[in-house]
């Protein structure tokens, strides 16, 4: 697994709003992670193969040539996978705190002491009814119970996740518990995780590869799923959407700011005292407040709002470029620290905004979910104060937006396909998968890197299956690169791409819905919003009764960046689900690691697809990348007989 390829000749990123914007921030001096980037080629050898290790302070150890062990004799096969646990973990805690902020609001509205209400009735009741609940009665005290019976589980001793328990296919459940991956709560796991890979505890490889299963399944229940359902609940059930994508989204006449993170909390309230605030801006010559998405903060207020995407992960400073983005604010995850040294270039002001994400130099408005009305004008003010003090002369806006769809919940897909069979709505999709119109289903999920073309592998891999008739999904930083080239609307680029089976699903589905056509790529959500597809997943196997290891279906990260994605795409290989990651990840340093994680069952006796039925696939280039998970979707047909 090498670090050296990468597809840098010519531009840096295939989007032309990002380079007109980097080559100002360059003649601005304003250093992007572009430039970063190169400083650190090349990388640390023993970092980036996994055989690092820092666990103690005898070292830092590492294994190369006849050094087969550390100091306290870790070989490179407990090295790199105890590394590789720790990833993972990092990742698991984000998503799983990420959850529990949401739950507290949830606790908070039930007891009235927020400025929030509950959007979807029908999924708090339902949700309610499934965890064994009263889900009668007060909107607002079911919301209470709900709440109760979630937080009670993060300190459970007994049993496992109550949202695995509610989520999950019976057959999966059968296939973890006989594995003994199942999760008694979210935070005794993540501390276990962490006690068993430090200094000289578990040491076996073949034990350890539990904790993988064990994790994706916390980030997957406590983290994925608890995340959406209560976002859902509390700010909506996402539903078609038309809004735009490109760094164009910026206007130069209004007051531009950019919500940027993960956690909907404050976004939420951020657009919704946009709205009430226009005349604040029109008072300083402003044209209004526009509000902009970076990110899966982004994700989730286009999702709710159609509040259009400037910019994925690396875009997150050249939109300061611009010269008229008044002000940035941010939540938790995927926060560059160099946001506000770059800021400093222009008058943007960077605004933090929780207890425990601070940047040096920034703004801090504290918020909690109490404060969050006082917390959203706040920002709002310090942005049209801002836009006072642009330099004119440093302005400039892109010209080129790109009009896009999002807003595709499984609730809102379902009820598309609900226009072709009102009695069964997902039998349309299962029989085009059985006459081969739908060859399989890709979810095109995750960052962007720095390392790679920023938007290469996600159009590269979107174009060549949909050739092939595959479903594509997306969600994250890959949805917005997808939005970006034109993939999320009926006519645009990606359409160009589509194989005559899949394009003619589309078009039945579109007409039916009363657009010419579905998108090419169903934007899904956020990074979170994984959870979308999986329920999508549980959805299609329950009705085929057959586990979601044996659907063609796999999901692909080409431009990977955060450790988030270890923390996902174990949840789907724990499913049973092939998971495509592109950019190298330290693991070469052990073959054993190497072959468990992307073997095939039939090749090593023990693998990750031995196991729970799906497996890595590695491959940095998008084109080869294409070919593999298209094999693998006809293997998996294969073994399915159709
Ligand atoms: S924001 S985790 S770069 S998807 Fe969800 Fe994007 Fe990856 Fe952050």
């Known amino acids: ?96 705190e990420h959850s529990r902020e949401l739950l507290e609001t949830l606790e908070k509205i039930a007891k009235g002491t927020v400025p929030y209400e509950i959007k979807d009735e029908a999924k708090l009741r339902s949700i309610a009814e499934k965890l064994g609940v009263d889900s009668s009665g007060d909107i607002k005290e079911v919301a209470g119970r709900v709440a109760e019976k979630a937080i009670e589980n993060f300190t459970a001793q007994e049993g496992t996740l109550n949202w695995l328990e509610i989520t999950a296919n019976e057959k999966e459940k059968k296939k973890w518990e006989e594995l003994g991956v199942l999760p008694k709560n979210a935070h005794a796991e993540i501390a ?48 078609l959407v038309k809004t735009e994508s490109r760094l164009g989204v910026i206007k130069e006449d209004a007051v531009n700011i950019a919500v940027h993170g993960h956690l909907p909390i404050l976004s939420e309230k951020i657009v919704e005292w946009a709205e009430k605030m226009e005349d604040e801006a029109k008072k300083v010559g402003a044209s209004g407040i526009n509000v902009v ?28 470029a611009t010269g008229a983005l008044d002000a940035m604010v941010v939540d938790v995850q995927c926060i560059m620290p160099n946001l506000q040294p770059a800021s400093e270039c222009y008058h943007t002001k960077i605004i933090t905004t929780l207890p425990y994400i601070k940047l040096p130099g920034a703004m801090h408005v504290d918020f909690t979910p109490e404060n969050a009305d006082e917390s959203a004008k706040k920002i709002i003010e310090i942005a049209i104060e801002a836009y006072k003090h642009r330099d004119k002369s440093k302005i400039l806006i892109p010209e080129s937006t790109m009009e896009m769809y999002g807003g595709f919940s499984v609730e809102q897909i379902v009820e598309a396909l609900s226009k072709l069979n009102p009695e069964d709505p997902l039998q349309p999709v299962i029989d085009n998968i059985v006459n081969g119109n739908i060859l399989g289903a890709v979810a095109l999920v995750g960052c962007a890197t720095f390392k790679y073309k920023h938007d290469y592998g996600y159009t590269e891999l ?89 659907l063609p279906a796999v999901g692909s990260c080409p431009e990977m960046q955060s450790p988030k994605v270890l923390s996902i795409g174990s949840y789907f ?45 590695y491959e940095p280039d998008p084109k080869v990348a294409a070919e593999k998970i298209l094999e693998r979707i006809k293997m998996k047909r294969e073994a399915l007989g159709i």
């Open 1 to 96: 697994m090498v670090d050296e390829w990468d597809t840098r000749e010519g531009p840096e990123s295939l989007d032309p709003t990002i380079m007109e914007l980097l080559d100002k921030a360059r003649k601005d001096g304003m250093e992007t992670g572009w430039d970063r980037v190169k400083q650190q080629y090349p990388h640390c050898k023993f970092g980036s193969s996994g055989v690092c290790c820092r666990r103690c302070f005898h070292g830092p150890c590492k294994i190369y040539g006849k050094v087969k062990r550390g100091i306290c004799g870790a070989d490179e096969n407990t090295i790199v996978l105890t590394n590789l646990i720790q990833l993972q973990t990092s990742g698991a805690v984000q998503h799983v």
């Open 192 to 239: 276990l995780s962490l006690l068993r890979t430090s200094n000289q505890c578990d040491a076996d490889p073949a034990n350890l590869l539990q904790e993988v299963g064990r994790l994706g399944l916390v980030d997957g229940f406590a983290g994925l799923h608890l995340s959406t359902d209560l976002t859902d609940i509390m700010f909506g059930t996402p539903k």
């Open 293 to 320: 998405g970076i990110c899966c903060t982004g994700n989730e207020v286009m999702m709710r709002h159609g509040i259009p995407l400037a910019s994925n992960f690396v875009g997150q400073e050249v939109a300061m």
């Open 462 to 550: 979107a174009k060549r299956l949909l050739k092939e008739n595959v479903l594509v999904v997306a969600t994250g930083c890959g949805a917005h690169s997808l939005a970006r080239h034109g993939f999320m609307i009926p006519d645009g680029e990606g359409a160009k791409y589509l194989g005559d089976g899949i394009k003619a699903v589309l078009k039945a589905i579109g007409e039916a819905n009363g657009l010419p056509s579905l998108p090419p790529v169903m934007h899904m959500g956020a990074c979170v919003d994984n959870s979308r597809v999986a329920n999508l997943l549980y959805a299609l196997a329950a009705k085929l009764d057959v586990p979601v290891s044996k």
């Open 573 to 617: 290989l724990t499913l049973g689900v092939d998971v495509h990651v592109g950019t190298p990840f330290p693991i070469s340093g052990s073959q054993l690691v190497t072959d468990i994680l992307t073997g095939n069952k039939e090749d090593h006796p023990i693998t990750l697809d031995g196991l729970f039925g799906g497996k890595i696939i």
